[in-house]
């Protein structure tokens, strides 16, 4: 078994004896925990497990390692070949740890939560025990990265933002329902997997023993945890409940969308990020209210209230996306109509057009239309009873008899030929014949 340094996890010497410094960090360890000179510290070295089968097992390589312990990756012994992706995660404590008996509370108390909690947003549990000494357990492999990781990439965008915290807050809600507080909550503890977002290291969460949704805690496991990502209260060694998770989980959202961890008096996210919802403001300043009485309940609060900020966002893009199709559309038409124009004209005039008479230039020298003679006077009808069939015949006579055409009605045709002759003239592109006086 090969031994590493507990410092930067660098392979140490095999044949080395007694004390060895790490020839990456410099850092003294103790293979034989002999010679411990006063003053000058020294290290266990960290072991590791690379190539052993472990209870059906097979570890692979190192995954990554924590302040607790190290992370590796393994596959189960008897599965075949294509379904040994994406494979098991083995989290071995600390060798230099595994001698503390707090510590070892600590690691077993971390397997006792997630067998309690079967959540598809939390790490499930699949085995445990001990090998050469050092405790262990296995759990399903998350093969995306973890929060931290995608975040030194740069910031999530507002739809990464929600894909992740949405379903995390689920997640956190049922924990907080079986009487669990995380009280770890950072980016480096959420894993995020194809199927969803996962929550993991429950190394130091705390199961409510109170009846009254508190923990009871001793001042020193008051004190444990991420101190950016602290409560107040946590830091102040406090009684803790749900809501210290919520001040948590405030602090991650507030780095994920602006950049940076919100300390003092820190800036409204939307002045930093315009692009975000106002919103997203309010929700925030609550998530870090100093006293725990002045933030949301519980973790599905804040879930609906982040998931009431999503429809707005869309609906105002629906209406941006509406009016800028109206405005192309209009632009579109105003520019496509002076392309039209010579088409039409065009078309018009290619048509033949008949040739128009000379007119005097004075209308009053056209000959004057003959005046119809009077009408013949009728002699006076009797009035009397007429079938439907009559009064039809006598409405046609009526007619008939009617004068036409007056002077006054020729003339008004006159000038309506006119005017229609000289609108033919003038689409006629190849013809500038003015009418003669």
């Known amino acids: 078994m090969n031994l590493l340094c507990p410092g930067c996890l660098t392979p140490l010497p095999a044949s080395a004896l007694g004390a060895v410094t790490c020839a990456s960090c410099e850092l003294e360890v103790d293979l034989s925990r002999q010679d411990t000179v006063a003053g000058k510290p020294r290290f266990l070295p960290e072991r590791s497990f690379e190539g052993q089968t472990i209870e059906g097992f097979v570890v692979q390589g190192r995954v990554g390692a924590g302040g607790m312990g190290t992370v590796y990756r393994a596959h189960q012994a008897n599965a075949a070949q294509e379904t040994r992706e994406p494979g098991v995660a083995l989290k071995f404590l600390s060798s230099w740890m595994a001698g503390d008996p707090t510590v ?4 077993a108390r971390e397997v006792e939560v997630l067998r309690k909690l079967q959540h598809p947003g939390i790490v499930s549990v699949m085995a445990d025990g001990v090998f050469a000494g050092v405790p262990w357990f296995a759990m399903p492999f998350v093969k995306g990265p973890t929060l931290k990781q995608r975040l030194d990439e740069g910031v999530l965008s507002w739809a990464e933002a929600l894909n992740v915290f949405v379903p995390l807050l689920d997640a956190l809600a049922y924990a907080h329902a079986q009487g669990v507080v995380h009280r770890d ?3 480096s503890n959420v894993l995020l997997d194809a199927a969803g ?3 993991a290291d429950f190394g130091i969460a705390q199961i409510d023993v109170t009846g009254n949704g ?11 945890g991420t101190l950016p990502y602290m409560s107040p209260e946590q830091r102040q060694g406090k009684a803790l409940d749900k809501r210290s998770d919520l001040y948590s989980f405030g602090v991650i959202a507030y780095e994920a969308l602006c950049g940076q961890l919100p300390q003092g008096a820190f800036a409204p996210p939307s002045r930093l990020r315009p692009s975000l919802p106002r919103g997203f403001d309010k929700l925030v300043q609550k998530l870090l209210q100093p006293e725990p009485q002045n ?10 209230a982040l998931k009431r900020l999503a429809p707005q966002r869309r609906r105002r893009g629906y209406a ?4 800028g199709l109206a405005t192309c559309l209009a632009l579109g038409s105003q520019m496509l109509w002076p392309l039209n124009q010579p088409k039409r004209a065009a078309k018009v005039a290619s048509k033949p057009m008949a040739t128009a008479p000379v007119l005097p230039s004075n209308v009053s020298e056209l000959p004057a239309a003959p005046v119809p003679p009077p009408p013949a006077v009728q002699p006076p ?16 006579r009526k007619a008939a008899t009617k004068p036409r055409a007056t002077s006054k009605r020729i003339a008004r045709k006159a000038d ?11 689409l006629n592109a190849k013809s500038s014949t003015a009418l003669e006086p």
């Open 416 to 426: 309506s030929e006119l005017d229609l002759i000289g609108t033919k003239n003038l």
């Open 197 to 199: 977002p996962k929550l």
């Open 185 to 187: 909550l950072k980016p």
């Open 320 to 323: 941006w996306a509406a009016a």
């Open 295 to 304: 933030r949301y309940g519980g973790a599905l609060e804040v879930q609906a």
């Open 381 to 396: 009808v009797q009035a009397q009873s007429q079938s439907p069939k009559t009064n039809l015949n006598l409405e046609t």
């Open 104 to 107: 070892l509370a600590r690691f």
């Open 214 to 224: 508190r923990t009871a805690l001793t001042h020193s496991a008051a004190i444990m």
